[in-house]
Every structure is written in C-alpha cells, then in structure tokens.
C-alpha cells in the first residue's frame, strides 16, 4: 500500500494478514531496523501508535492500532538468527513489551555503538546521522500527535527517516569497532545493559529513582523501599503514571511519619483526598509492614565526603582513559559508578561492582584498583 512519493516510505501494514506477510520477508532479511512511536503522558504503559521498520525493500510502517494478533511480531522480536537495529530504544523495549509481551534480542544499539565507536556519548540518532552520513533530518514531528488518524504525510516521512538511516549507521558503525578491535567489548556491553535493564524494572529497585532518599535514616530508607514498590505495583495495575498515583515527594514525607495514622495522614501535604480515601489503609499497612520488617544494608547512607580525595583521583584516571582512547568518559564510568567502587573496596572488601568487570576490567579498573590500594 503505497504512503508518498517520498522514496524513504514503502509500504504500510494495517492488518494481522499484512503483519505475518511482513514479518516472514524480515525473517529472511536477517537484519532490520526498527523504531517506535507512542504516546506515554497519561499511563503507566506506553501506548503504542506506530512501529517502523527498515530493510533491504525500504520502510514499512506497522500501524499497531489496527492489528489485533502481534504474535508474529513477537516471533521475530525473540529470533536470534534476525538483528535488530535500534537507537536509543530503552522505551522502545517498553513499547514492545506491551505489543507482544516480550523484547527484542540481539539487537544492536546504534548510540551505544557510536559511543564506542569514538563518537560521543549519548548522541541523538539525527545527530549521529549528520556526523557519520552527511544528512541532515528533519525534526518537525517530534512533538506529533502520533495516536491521531489519520496520519499526515509529514509525519509518515518523519516515521520513516528515523528507521531509514539506521541501516547505514550500522555498517559504518560495525566497521568502526572492527578497526578499533571493540567489536566484543560492545557484545558484553549489550549483554550488561539487558542484564541491568532487568533487575531496574523490578518493583522493589524503584526507590533508586527518587531523589533525596539519601538524606534518610535507615529505618525512613526500608519504609520508602516499600512504597515506592508498593506504588509501582498499583500504577502498573491502573495503568497510570507513578506521579498521579503518589508523588515521590508525597512518598518521602510518609516514609517519615513517626507513628503512622489515617490523622496523620490527612495532615499529609501533596496527598489528594481521592487518594487518601482509596488508598489510606494500603499506605499505612505498607508502613506498617516495612517498620516490621527492619533494614537492609542497602538502606545505611554513605557519606562519601571521607571518599572525596579517592572519587577525584579516579575521575582523573577516568579523563586520562578517556583521551587515550577516545572514549566518551561517561561510556567508561560515571560519578554514580566509581562511588560504588569505593564503598566496595574501602567499606565492603568485596567484589567489585559488576559494571567494572569485562571489558572496563582489561581498559580502566586495574588503573582504578591501584589507585585506591595506592592511596589507602
């Protein structure tokens, strides 16, 4: 079904007969580029409006709202003998998991490459584009409505160019590494990120992401572990966004209720009525629970100030790695992760954190390890 003249655009797939048609050339083809578009202002699960898709045939354009069978999707999402190109895509493997209920393997991460590559850290996929293929992409449909029908010939272009140059990136980006004898170090990199990508979607590893946490006390640390769980667990269910459940600031202030009561909690600045009235005795049996339940050691604060001189020793280490081998110095180890390094080696004796393992261990955490056993 032709879209525009546009030669970046193919086709569009509209029906469950079109998708398994689709899906069985892209088998074939071994390896595609894929992209999405959705809608998440509103919902906990991203609500997904468009897939793109690139091969050797151009871009097809899957139009999810009219398919009601993704199994074939699925099947290739989960095949590893087909290679994904994607850039950026951890909210795309969200997209994917609510389509098919699962996420794509042996996929290839065109920023993360880049990164690798010597490109920069972090760089968006028009950016990278323009640096490595001397095309400059429009960005007129980023804000787009994407769940409106129909949609625009503007932004069936848009759609497409995001998937259209991830082929090409990929070659480039392949022979890069190749030459720079970085093709494993990207393979365990992957493998690293699917790993931590998993223990981050869990429940229980939600209070990570509320800031301030660090100024509590342990006891008020445990009990925020436990609702912010809690929440994540019941906007899940609703499908709605964690902030219109609970505010993480709301969740700070319950963590420090010093004996907890629907009183108390009415006196609760931030916490609507609706919630309160729906949602009270589930706050206070959480609270209740976790005070039960005591601490863990991931609830101590570390006060790294003693470590200060250390952290500023491996961030030079860090700068020092990162020129010699034009590397972005975040792709080799961020603030976040030299602290843990630290408290493993000053405070706990134990094992390294996993992130300085593999190939970070053979470029930069030997130097790190002297470093601090030098300086102890």
């Known amino acids: ?126 950016s990278l584009v323009e640096a490595l293929l001397g095309v400059v992409l429009d960005k007129g ?41 970085r093709t494993d170090w990207f393979a365990e990199e992957r493998e690293h990120q699917r790993r931590a990508r998993a223990l981050d979607k869990r429940p229980e590893a939600a209070y990570v992401r509320v800031k301030g946490r660090g100024a509590l006390s342990p006891p008020h640390h445990a009990t925020l572990r436990a609702l912010c769980a809690w929440r994540e667990t019941e906007a899940m269910a609703l499908d709605v966004p964690r902030r219109h459940l609970v505010t993480d600031e709301v969740l700070l202030t319950l963590a420090r209720l010093p004996v907890p009561s629907p009183a ?23 609270i209740e629970t976790a005070r039960a339940e005591g601490t863990i050691d991931a609830d101590a604060p570390i006060d790294m100030r003693p470590y200060a001189k250390d952290i500023k020793r491996l961030k030079e280490i860090v700068r020092r790695t990162s020129e010699a081998h034009n590397m972005p110095a975040e792709l080799l180890a961020n603030r976040r992760a030299l602290e843990a390094l630290v408290v493993a080696v000053r405070r706990k004796g134990g094992d390294i954190p996993p992130e300085f393992r593999g190939w970070r261990h053979e470029v930069i955490t030997d130097a790190l390890l002297e470093s601090l056993h030098d300086g102890g």
Request: charged share 20%; proline share 6%; aromatic share 8%.
């Open 1 to 126: 079904m032709s879209l525009t003249a546009d030669p970046a655009v193919s086709s569009l797939v509209a029906t469950d007969a079109e998708l398994v048609s689709a899906c069985a050339r892209w088998s074939a083809a071994g390896i595609v580029g894929i992209d999405t578009e959705f809608f998440r202002e509103r919902t906990y699960c991203p609500r997904p409006a468009l897939v793109q898709v690139a091969d050797t045939d151009g871009v097809t354009l899957v139009d999810p709202l009219g398919i009601s069978e993704f199994a074939p999707l699925r099947v290739l999402l989960c095949d590893p003998a087909v290679r994904k190109l994607m850039h950026a895509h951890g909210e795309d493997l969200d997209v994917f998991e609510v389509l098919t209920g699962a996420v794509p393997v042996n996929v290839f991460d065109t920023q993360r490459a880049g990164a690798f590559a010597g490109h920069g850290f972090s760089l968006g996929y028009r």
């Open 141 to 181: 449909e980023t804000r787009s409505d994407w769940l409106r029908r129909p949609l625009s010939p503007a932004q069936l272009r848009y759609a497409a160019l995001d998937v259209a140059y991830l082929p090409p990136l990929y070659e480039r980006l392949s022979r890069d590494l190749a030459t720079l004898g």
């Open 264 to 286: 108390l909690l009415a006196e609760v600045k931030g916490l609507s009525p609706h919630v309160e009235a729906r949602y009270g005795q589930a706050l206070l049996a959480c």
